[in-house]
């Protein structure tokens, strides 16, 4: 079973100003590398620079067994900047420098053709609303594609929301964009949080059926320190998030649940124990700062959840 995660991945700062930690993530890239840290077979999908820090994050990719194969190149260029402010109880904000980052023209340049052939052929393509809002509106028909060829020869797509409000022009843009993105979903892993500052959702049951309603078979509402809701057609069940273990920084939470959530699925596990996968996973990625905890880190997985 192979993956590729599609999307951008940026510089990032983190941490207070005196001693900001200097490091790279992007919400898909995050997901990526937990995925290979689990054990999945998973490519990156982007565009990046011909300069020093794109040299970097492919080298760092590869140490952590992300392939990179599917990374154009462009010259010229270098990544988008981030910078991550936490607050007392770990919430972050995030503030961009990002508007020339190649990752954003990826389907919209001739070069990236053999990239585009290859994708179909994946049994999994992961992606989230901030990659849609980085693509002109030729570059996602063309996404759009992939995915419809994909599917047609038994793929599968997950897709996280991923709703920021700064990456669009208008709310009524996010809307329209994801409506087609949602119609080739078979896994929807969404925030409430999000949903409801684009749909208006009352709570996650309605969150769900909405989502489920446009065609995604099952569908998992991320709902912070209150657990999941995850809906199929056999029903919703809920599953508690792991116990409060400190938070420090909440950065790539949702990201780490969507890759031990995926994970497990990929390796036949149910719902709700790839749930219960998510939770650990997050549980302790929010002790750390920063999107990417360091690789000793990483927890074992609760043996009938674990991929």
Known sequence: MRIAAIGECMLELSGPPQSQRFGFGGDTLNTAIYLARLGAAVDYVTALGDDPFSDEMLAAWRQEQVGTGLVLRLAGRQPGLYIIRTGARGERSFYYWRDQAPARELFDRPEA?????????????????????????????????????????GGLVAFDSNYRPRGWPRQAAAREAMAPLLARTDLALPTLEDEQALYGDRDAAACAARIAAMGVREVVVKQGDRGCLIHTEEGQIQVAAEPDRDALDTTAAGDSFNAAYIAARMAGKPPRQAAIAGHYLAATVIRYPGAIIPGDAMPALPPESAP
């Open 113 to 153: 053709a053999p990239i585009i052939a290859a994708l179909p052929a994946y049994n999994w393509l992961y992606l989230s609303g901030i990659t849609l809002s980085i693509y002109s509106p030729a570059g996602r028909a063309i996404l759009h594609d992939v995915l419809t060829r994909q599917r047609a020869q």
